[in-house]
């Protein structure tokens, strides 16, 4: 018999009864009924009950057993009674008579427990992460993350893919995000950096005559966590590939993606139609470069309606230059207090507050609904048409009376009649600005829409937040779907708050229109780079990429890299630049990310073995601490402290 085990604790069945077997695991509850122990037997495969009674020889040794000890046991496979059978899960047949066991590791007391769906601190959590990772939606998601791994390594060879390995230790390069320094004991004062990406290196294989590439990769960024992103390491699907264009690319992964979703997504729509949407128009209607398409609210420019207003506050703050009035329709959301509810979330963001408007229903009596010569009705039309100023939908009352009761151009317009428009926003803009922006944003009975005004830059964030919550308080999101996006025409440049000209995005990428686009204005300049967004987050980003050594030293030129320095940072590229290199191009994939998603995960550090702290410590291991003082001295360093 083996030293440990015969079968896996999910192994056993009835074909097994009779049989004398050996289980190997940790014990995850313990019953006692009246003399009787009950174990659940636990390892990687699943649970087996184990049963001792005092007729066991080592009855006395199972009572001194606690949870989570790591035990081996030698017994005898019985059937469960009938009404005992436990169909959840795969061993709930049987059970096993224990006549020997053996202590394999006793545990102390637990600082947190694996059975049951009791919470613990982050902080405990991966203190103890050895513990964490046993509970069973821990070893879920970590077996799905292996198998999406798997799965994405056959999609790739089966697209004739070659999976090769870049190197870790490397030169800075700017990919976004700071970068772990290295020190060299060898060459003291220099440093080496751990890669943001394989950005430079899968670019240098297109140059070498390599087709088509893809890796696992690990990547490195000194970045501020997220709940979607880790503070220090995470891993990417990284693919590049020569002669294709930005659609060749598309074309490419959104079969391997879109193959995971329908694979791992637990029989959730996966969409087929991954429309491209303009980085322009992702933040004009969703006030983000990463939409979340289940929520059907786009967002719309209402400026025209408010210019010369009776709202002083919109119409003198569209006198400046650069700035616009946009407004978020909410379907359903026409309440006085959900309105009051999203104004305070503004206040809340840092806003002064959001402008509204809500429409409800001011109801005709039944009798002058179905009868438009009722003297009520024709009143109700006069006061509405002259409000509107322009009539009716165009429709005279003479009209009206010519149609059907029954007809939709009636019902419309009983519907037009009944309506009312609330809120401060539609007192003083009145109602034939109102109507104009009800229609506008398609609204109706029961329905409302937010306004914010300004700089598109000092709103469009809030904006983009007020529409993910619009959408979720009013369940207009499918939450049973996958959602994808292509977002492409990113501006290759951007100002910060100094003035200061630099790259918005991928500094490899090349700029539509190439050395022609770069002699104009730089921020009107566009690259060939793209995301895919998934259910409000980014998955893959990626670009064509700028492969002729002229357009390079341009495009860096106006993001403030001389020639030289060009030369210096990116020589191994800008060498091989100048040898034959092919136009090429491709993407990176954050697995972290797609295993969130699939996992039904708010929080990334759910789907990473061992992932840091949101202060990007290591609790577990001791990661983050002070060197000690010989390896200083070793790399000839020392630490200045913070003042």
């Not at 050996?22 to 390892?43: A, K, Q, T, Y």
């Not at 009776?310 to 309105?339: D, Q, Y």
Request: charged fraction near 25%; charge should be negative.
């Amino acid at each position: 018999m083996h030293a440990f085990r015969t079968h896996t604790c999910a192994g056993l069945t009835k074909d097994d009864v009779g049989e004398t077997v050996r289980l190997s695991g940790w014990v995850h509850r313990i019953r006692d009924h009246g003399g009787i122990l009950f174990i659940d037997l636990r390892d990687h495969y699943g649970m087996t009950q184990v049963l001792c009674d005092p007729d066991s020889p080592v009855f006395a040794q199972m009572e001194k057993v606690r949870a989570e000890w790591c035990i081996r046991i030698d017994g005898t496979v019985k059937a469960r009674d009938a009404e005992l059978v436990n169909p959840k899960i795969p061993t709930g047949e049987i059970e096993v008579f224990v006549r020997d066991m053996e202590v394999l590791g006793a545990a102390d007391e637990l600082p947190l427990m694996v059975f049951g769906d009791q919470e613990y601190p982050e902080e405990t959590r991966l203190k103890y992460r050895f513990l964490d990772l046993r509970r069973e939606q821990m070893q879920k998601n970590m077996i799905l993350r292996s198998n999406v791994v798997r799965s994405i390594r056959n999609r790739m060879w089966d697209k004739g893919f070659h999976e090769f390995q870049t190197p870790i230790i490397t030169a800075s390069s700017p990919e976004g995000a700071r970068d772990f320094i290295v020190p060299s004991r060898l060459h003291p004062g220099k440093v080496y950096a751990l890669p943001q990406a394989p950005q430079q290196f899968k670019q240098l294989l297109m140059v070498s005559g390599v087709d088509k590439y893809f890796q696992i990769a690990p990547c490195f960024r000194d970045e501020d966590p997220r709940a979607d992103r880790s503070p220090t390491d995470f891993y990417q699907l990284d693919m590049e590939m020569s002669f294709v264009s930005q659609q060749d690319v598309f074309d490419t992964i959104q079969p391997v993606v879109g193959g995971l979703f329908e694979e791992f997504g637990g029989g959730r729509k996966v969409d087929a139609d991954w429309p491209l949407i303009s980085y322009k128009d992702a933040a004009l209607k969703y006030g983000t470069d990463k939409p979340d398409l289940r929520n059907p609210i786009e967002m719309q420019d209402v400026s025209g309606h408010f210019k010369g207003s009776g709202f002083a506050i919109f119409a003198s703050l569209l006198e400046k230059e650069g700035t616009e009035i946009r407004a978020i329709p909410a379907p359903t959301g026409g309440s006085r207090k959900f309105c009051d509810r999203m104004n305070k979330f503004a206040q809340e963001q840092g806003l002064p507050g959001m402008g509204y408007i809500f429409w409800r229903r001011k109801p005709l009596p039944e009798e002058a609904r179905n009868n438009p010569q009722h003297p009520e009705f024709v009143e109700r039309f006069r006061e509405v048409t002259a409000d509107l100023g322009s009539g009716l939908h165009g429709v005279s009352l003479e009209e009206i009376n010519g149609f059907a009761t029954d007809s939709a151009q009636y019902n419309d317009a009983v519907d037009c009649l009944e309506l009312e428009a609330a809120g401060p926003l539609a007192k003083n803009i009145g109602p034939e600005r109102t109507e104009a922006i009800r229609q506008q944003l398609g609204l109706g009975v029961g329905d409302a829409a937010f306004f914010l005004g300004g700089k598109a830059s000092d709103f469009e964030a809030v904006a983009g937040r007020a529409r993910t919550v619009i959408g979720e308080e009013l369940g207009l999101i499918d939450e049973d779907r996958f959602a994808f996006a292509w977002i492409v025409d990113f501006p290759m440049y951007e100002r910060d708050d100094d003035g200061k000209l630099d790259f918005s995005h991928n500094p490899f990428s090349m700029p539509q229109g190439g050395l022609e686009a770069l002699e104009g204005k730089p921020e009107d300049v566009l690259g060939y780079q793209y995301d895919l967004a998934c259910n409000g987050y980014e998955l893959i980003s990626g670009a064509i990429r700028n492969h002729r050594p002229e357009i390079m030293f341009k495009a860096f030129e106006l993001a403030g890299y001389g020639k030289d320095e060009v030369e210096k940072r990116f020589g191994g590229m800008v060498k091989a630049f100048r040898y034959g290199a092919p136009p090429h191009g491709g993407c990176a994939a954050g697995i972290d990310r797609i295993v969130m998603l699939l996992a039904d995960e708010a929080n990334i550090r759910e789907v990473i073995l061992f992932p840091m702290n949101q202060r990007a410590e290591d609790l577990m291991m001791g990661a983050g601490l002070a060197p000690v003082a010989g390896q200083l001295m070793e790399l000839g360093l020392r630490v200045v402290p913070k003042d």
